[in-house]
């Protein structure tokens, strides 16, 4: 079989993994069943990055996203229903108007997709001499973007110490 | 596969997520929604720095931003709705109706 087409069957196949996976986070009335198919989803983000040669990016999305934002996700949910009946409780709303609007958007995203001339002169082969993604992308976030990214760890620092705040339970006896 | 496969892919992604944002009452699945918006994003970023210039990374860069604010933003939704299911006791945009508890 030649390369391309394999590539262009793997690259399908973990196409319709995301999307599918997404579809049916959506419609689950279970919220542990929709957990469960966000993990896929962002695993299967993960393998695109990776058919994009992306591969710094991939294992970062595999270790915050699948790894962390999954584990806080499931924590959340175990912390926050009394038994297990009470998963299973919720309707959707609105159903009608957001498809309209939504289907909308799709289509108009759709077309400017397929329809603009994309300019891809900067397409070459995908070589391993510089080493891989990791030391540009370095050099991109420690020496170009440096304010960009002393800013993401206020941002983070900033999270971090609101959610401990707001989760803090108040001592006894306090009025 | 060509750039306008991998820009669909994320267009769908997109729009299913803000389906989801729109539709579900359940505030940890409109969370995950949010987050696959988010992703959906990071696809684009990665598939234009891909294809329309090989050398230059920022992309990337830039999806590695997207995905720390988004770790950040998800653990403060979910402190948020921890804190709000001791308030009412119930996780549904719906019940959350009162400005006082």
Same mark, same amino acid.
């Given at each position: ?14 196409? /319709?993994? %995301?999307?599918?996976? +997404? ?7 279970? &919220? !542990?069943? #929709?957990?469960?198919?966000? =993990? ?21 999305? /595999?270790? %915050?996203?699948?790894? +962390? ?7 959340? &949910? !175990?912390? #926050?229903?009394?038994?297990? =009946? ?90 | ?101």
């Amino acid at each position: 079989m030649p390369e391309a087409l394999l590539k262009d069957i793997v690259s399908w196949g973990t196409a /319709l993994v %995301v999307l599918g996976a +997404a579809v049916r986070m959506i419609f689950n009335k279970n &919220v !542990m069943h #929709s957990a469960v198919y966000f =993990a896929v989803s962002l695993v299967g983000t993960a393998g695109l990055f990776f058919l994009m040669y992306a591969e710094f990016l991939g294992i970062a999305q /595999l270790l %915050v996203y699948a790894g +962390a934002i999954v584990v806080l996700v499931l924590i959340a &949910v !175990m912390a #926050s229903t009394k038994s297990y =009946a009470e998963l299973e409780l919720t309707r959707l709303t609105q159903t009608w108007g957001s498809a309209a609007g939504v289907f909308v958007l799709t289509s108009f995203m759709l077309y400017l997709s397929y329809t603009t001339v994309w300019d891809t002169t900067g397409l070459k082969p995908y070589t391993t001499e510089h080493g891989g993604d990791i030391a540009p992308i370095g050099k991109g976030i420690l020496i170009d973007y440096v304010l960009a990214f002393e800013l993401a760890s206020f941002v983070l620092l900033g999270a971090l110490i609101g959610a401990i705040v707001l989760t803090r339970r108040e001592p006894e006896g306090n009025p | 596969m060509t750039l306008e496969h991998y820009l669909a892919i994320g267009s769908v992604l997109f729009c299913l997520g803000l389906y989801g944002a729109l539709v579900r009452k359940n505030f940890i699945v409109i969370l995950m929604s949010i987050e696959l918006m988010l992703n959906a994003v990071n696809i684009n970023l990665v598939a234009f720095s891909r294809f329309l210039n090989n050398a230059a990374y920022e992309g990337q860069i830039f999806a590695l931003f997207i995905m720390i604010i988004a770790a950040s933003e998800a653990a403060v939704g979910l402190a948020i709705l921890l804190a709000l299911f001791r308030n009412i006791g119930i996780i549904e945009t719906d019940s959350a109706r009162s400005m006082k508890g």
